[in-house]
């Protein structure tokens, strides 16, 4: 039987059978059959998590087949797709439609289930996350049961569950809360560190929406900016050429060839890094608003993601500077910095307060470990909330200190999931068996 790899390559399962349903009904049957012979059924998304929340442990169900948007309610200005339906084509038919969801993160290949089901979030506005953007969902439970679930029906299931890790059933239908279509006016330009930290306030105080890129062993950042357009006249999108030589040649192909000589020469990192800072340029350009959200990534890395409080997130990151700093590690890839609203959603990583994310990368074949657990310990020790779908290192007992409703969610898996249906390694480690 064939195995399954995520995309950084830092899981891999070999499940018993692998199944592609097209129908409700028929992943119904799968959890069914399950049930009944004591096996474990996960449905897995892209493989954008570099954690094993979707890692397959017996029968794994492929979500290419479940797709498409199945409804539009302009008058509730929701949008209703299956669960197997990848961001970036929800994204392009929402634009067709003259739509867009409200935010996003910077990679669109994840399924709609995998993204509200991690905690997938973007930076800025008035909602961040993915799963803040969802009015109701429709699940298969451990039981068989296929449940809809909103505001007005099954409403303990929908605040419990618009991040349900897969622990609380298999996803089949997601409704999005949708804006009409917008543009986004970019503006990317360097920055010193100290500018930085004296800044950084009023950055996100008078723009919409602010992406910052530090590169270790440097005193240099890279600030995006971008501001929402009221519709999208007058759009000045990037030319087809200038998009390929920024966006593909050296952001990916370029950046992929050095971050490789880093990983070869590790010595050579600071220079490379220095580099890299002295050849950012300014540019202005707008969009509609996914194409500016998002980006291409096709240089392969691992991730580790932190929420932190946002009042002292600067304190946190200069924290993680002096530890870099006095440490002998040669870290090629840029550390970003972004910051959202509170929310409520009960496993969001920004639930009940303003967040400050850091997230932290080493190239795919690089040593990750001692990098990782250092940074790890600061973050930590400021009450950080990992990302679901990013490497850490927290257990249940961990996240039930920094998630409220933590004991909720573990009650309502219960009761959905009562013999452990959709469990496998990494959620017996963030929930407990």
Do not use: C
Not at 8 to 21: G, Y
Not at 42 to 64: C, E, L, N, R, Y
Not at 207 to 225: A, E, G, L, R, S
């Amino acid at each position: 039987m064939a195995g399954w790899t995520n995309w950084a390559s830092t899981e891999t399962a070999h499940p018993q059978e692998i199944v592609t349903p097209r129908a409700t009904q028929q992943i119904v049957d799968q959890v069914e059959h399950a049930r009944a012979h004591g096996r474990k059924v996960k449905m897995v998304g892209s493989g954008h998590s570099f954690t094993g929340i979707s890692a397959p442990v017996d029968v794994m169900v492929m979500p290419h087949a479940h797709t498409g948007i199945l409804s539009v309610d302009r008058d509730a200005m929701t949008v209703t797709a299956l669960a197997g339906t990848q961001l970036h084509v929800l994204n392009s038919e929402l634009e067709r439609m003259g739509l867009s969801l409200y935010n996003m993160g910077d990679i669109a290949e994840q399924t709609i289930a995998g993204a509200v089901s991690t905690g997938t979030h973007g930076t800025g506005g008035t909602a961040s996350s993915i799963s803040a953007q969802v009015a109701g969902f429709t699940i298969v439970t451990g039981h068989g049961e296929v449940v809809s679930a909103s505001p007005t029906a099954s409403p303990e299931i929908f605040e419990l569950g618009r991040v349900g890790l897969g622990a609380l059933g298999i996803l089949t239908e997601i409704t999005f809360r949708v804006v009409p279509l917008f543009g986004l006016a970019a503006h990317e330009r360097s920055a010193t560190w100290g500018t930085l930290l004296a800044t950084y306030d009023e950055l996100t105080s008078t723009h919409d929406h602010v992406d910052v890129y530090w590169f270790p062993h440097t005193d240099q950042v890279m600030v995006k900016t971008n501001d929402r357009l009221p519709g999208i006249d007058g759009l000045r999108p990037l030319g087809r050429w200038k998009h390929w030589v920024q966006d593909e040649l050296f952001a990916n192909t370029v950046f992929g060839v050095l971050t490789d000589v880093g990983v070869r020469a590790p010595a050579a990192v600071p220079r490379i890094n220095r580099l890299a800072t002295s050849s950012l340029s300014e540019r202005r350009y707008s969009d509609v608003a996914h194409k500016v959200f998002t980006s291409p990534r096709r240089v392969r890395f691992k991730e580790m993601e932190y929420a932190v409080p946002r009042e002292g997130g600067l304190e946190v990151l200069e924290a993680v500077r002096r530890r870099i700093d006095r440490s002998s590690w040669q870290i090629g890839f840029p550390i970003e910095i972004r910051a959202t609203p509170a929310d409520d959603v009960t496993l969001s990583t920004s639930v009940g307060r303003e967040s400050m994310y850091l997230a932290f990368h080493v190239p795919a074949r690089a040593d990750h470990a001692p990098y990782f657990a250092g940074v790890e310990e600061i973050l930590r020790a400021a009450g950080g909330r990992p990302h679901w779908g990013k490497m850490h290192t927290m257990v249940a007992d961990d996240l039930a200190s920094v998630y409220p409703g933590f004991e909720d969610f573990l009650r309502l898996r219960d009761r959905l999931d009562p013999e452990r249906l959709f469990t496998n390694p990494y959620l017996d480690r963030v929930l407990g068996i």
